[in-house]
């Protein structure tokens, strides 16, 4: 036993301090009762390890030479980054000198011509739904060779974000968006928000990332701009309806009962079942 504890001193101090203490057998336990009276360090956590198809994807999403798919973008106010409001210039060349640098350093981002085009393969979209179907749809987009695809209701940050999510699964922390709403005023990712990725996955069927984008929505709901969050889109989509008409009916009743929301609403298409379920939700809390 106490060869043993010799030897695991071994491991905490230096060869030459070891020889002289061996010289002493006090010294060596009073060194060894010392040592034992102090709490262990605990090693840094080691992270999480990943699986061999994880780090082929996360490869595969930064390599793009084999890129047999490429995305070009309609919406060129997604290159701007300037201004949350500004009208896109449409005779800007977004491959020009004044892209921005969340621009150019996207993986698979290139330029063609006069488009700014987003790359990735299909071997990986077709694990999709969404691009499984258009791949086998027999339309222009099947068959063998490369092909582009037109986006014409997303934004290249919204739709590079999906990309990477089909690759890793995951949202880097510094991709993640800072805003709530499509509505909110920021002078950084003016076209990102946690609203527009949700309406995006759930155009493009990425069931995983409608539950992530949906769980930051419902857990960070506020007062500003819910109740346009509820009549602009939230009202479409059964998990979100129900938990934004329950906040908006418990802390939104001034901005409800205000002479400009009821103009402002009043003509919505689903504003009688709207305003009839946020009335139910009221008058159930009273009860």
Same mark, same amino acid.
């Given at each position: 036993m106490r060869l043993l504890m010799i030897i695991s001193i071994v491991t905490l101090i230096g060869g030459s301090l070891l020889r002289s203490m061996l010289q002493s057998e006090d010294?060596?336990?009073?060194?060894?009762?010392?040592?034992?009276?102090?709490?262990?360090?605990?090693?840094?956590?080691?992270?999480?390890?990943?699986?061999?198809?994880?780090?082929?994807?996360?490869?595969?999403?930064?390599?793009?030479?084999?890129?047999?798919v490429h995305f070009v973008f309609d919406d060129l106010s997604a290159f701007d980054t300037e201004a949350t409001e500004s009208v896109p210039d449409t005779n800007r060349d977004p491959c020009g000198p004044s892209k921005t640098p969340a621009l150019s350093d996207e993986p698979g981002t290139k330029?063609?011509?006069?488009?700014?085009?987003?790359g990735a393969h299909k071997l990986v979209l077709r694990q999709w739904?969404?691009?499984?179907?258009?791949?086998?749809?027999g339309f222009a987009e099947s068959g063998a060779g490369d092909k582009t695809i037109r986006i014409k209701d997303t934004s290249f940050k919204v739709f590079g974000l999906l990309l990477r999510f089909m690759y890793t699964g995951k949202i880097p922390e510094d991709s993640k968006p800072i805003k709530l709403y499509v509505g909110d005023v920021f002078t950084e990712q003016a076209d990102l928000s946690w609203e527009s990725l949700y309406l995006a996955a759930?155009?493009?069927?990425?069931?995983?990332?409608?539950?992530?984008?949906?769980?930051?929505?419902? @857990? &960070?709901?506020?007062?500003?701009? /819910?109740?346009?969050?509820?009549?602009? !889109? =939230?009202?479409? %989509?059964? +998990? #979100?309806? *129900?938990?934004?008409?329950?906040?908006?009916?418990?802390?939104?009743?001034?901005?409800? @009962? &205000?002479?400009?929301?009821?103009? /402002?609403?009043?003509?919505?298409?689903? !504003? =009688?079942?709207? %305003?009839? +379920? #946020?009335? *139910?939700?009221?008058f159930a809390a009273k009860k």
């Open positions: 010294n060596c336990f009073e060194v060894i009762f010392r040592f034992s009276d102090q709490p262990s360090k605990s090693p840094p956590p080691s992270p999480p390890k990943r699986s061999l198809g994880e780090i082929l994807l996360e490869k595969l999403y930064e390599d793009t030479d084999g890129q047999d330029c063609v011509g006069q488009d700014t085009v987003l739904p969404y691009f499984k179907s258009m791949f086998e749809s759930h155009r493009y069927d990425i069931q995983e990332l409608c539950q992530i984008a949906r769980d930051n929505i419902v @857990a &960070s709901l506020n007062s500003s701009g /819910t109740v346009q969050f509820l009549f602009r !889109s =939230a009202y479409l %989509f059964a +998990d #979100l309806r *129900e938990p934004v008409i329950k906040h908006v009916a418990a802390s939104c009743g001034a901005t409800l @009962a &205000s002479k400009s929301a009821r103009e /402002t609403y009043m003509d919505h298409p689903e !504003s =009688a079942r709207i %305003f009839g +379920d #946020l009335f *139910e939700h009221i």
